[in-house]
C-alpha cells in the first residue's frame, strides 16, 4: 500500500489543468490517499465524496476533471490490492469518470497511448490495460464493457477508394454498429468524421474501416480516431 502512496504523492495534482472554482486538486491527492488505507465502508464513502466533490469529478452537477485520468491508474491499483469496500468505491468512480462530462475548456488530457483524448477515452485506456483486475465480478465486468464503448482506432496505412477513405490500422475497444461518427485527431485540430463503416469485422484489434467522404490524404499513418460523442459532449 505504501507504494499506491508514494504513486499518489509523485503527481503533481496542483499543476493539473481544471475549471477554477470546482476542481480541488487537495481533495484529488487526500481522497485518494484516504480510499488507499480505507477498511470500512465508512472510511470507503468518505474518500469516495473528496473524490467525487472536486478531487477528479463533480458528481451532484454530472462534471468530470482531467484528473480523474491520472487518477485512473491508482483507482485500479486500489481495486486490486485495497481492501474490497475501497474496490467497490473506486470502481465506481472510474465508471463515473467514463460517463460524466467535461467542463468546456478542460475536455481533453493525456492518454496512455500519447497524445491527447477525451477524459473518458483516456480513462477507458487505463481500464483496458488492465483487464486481469476487473475480471471475476459484475461490476468489473461492466466496467471493461463501458470501456469498450470508448473506442480507439490508429490508422497504419490508408488507401482511397471511390469518395471514401479505407483505413487499415489498430481498433481497441468495439465499434458499435451502424456507422457511428468519430472524431479524428492528427496536427492541428481534430476534424468530424460523419460515418466510420467496418469493411470486415475485426480480428486481434487489426480493423479496416471505411471513412465515408473522406479523402485517404486525410488519413495518415498514425492519425486516431475515437467516438465523435465522447469529443463533442459538454458539461
Partial sequence: MLEIIDTIDAVGWEELPGPRGWYCPDHAASGLRALARARTLFQASDAGTALDNGGIAHGHSGAVF?????????????????????????????????????HAGHTRTASPRGGPAPICCAV????????????????????LAEADAHWRFEVAEC???????VALGAL??????????????????SAPLHEVVPEYPPVDGQACLRA????????????VLFPAECAEHVH
Avoid at 480523474?68 to 481492501?83: K, M, V
Avoid at 465515408?212 to 492519425?223: M, N, S, Y
Fill in 159 to 165: 488507401f482511397a477508394d471511390g469518395g471514401d477513405g
Fill in 212 to 223: 465515408v467522404d473522406v479523402h485517404a490524404e486525410g488519413l495518415a499513418p498514425g492519425t
Fill in 172 to 189: 481497441e475497444g468495439r465499434l458499435p454498429s451502424g456507422g457511428p461518427a468519430a472524431r479524428l485527431r492528427r496536427a492541428g485540430p
Fill in 124 to 143: 477507458a485506456a487505463h481500464v483496458r490495460d488492465r483487464p486481469h483486475v476487473l475480471d471475476g465480478d459484475r461490476s468489473g465486468g461492466s466496467l
Fill in 66 to 102: 482531467p484528473a480523474a485520468a491520472a487518477a485512473a491508474p491508482i483507482l485500479l491499483d486500489i481495486a486490486e490490492h485495497g481492501h474490497p469496500r475501497a474496490r467497490d468505491t473506486a470502481l465506481r468512480l472510474l465508471d463515473d469518470a467514463m460517463r460524466l462530462l467535461p
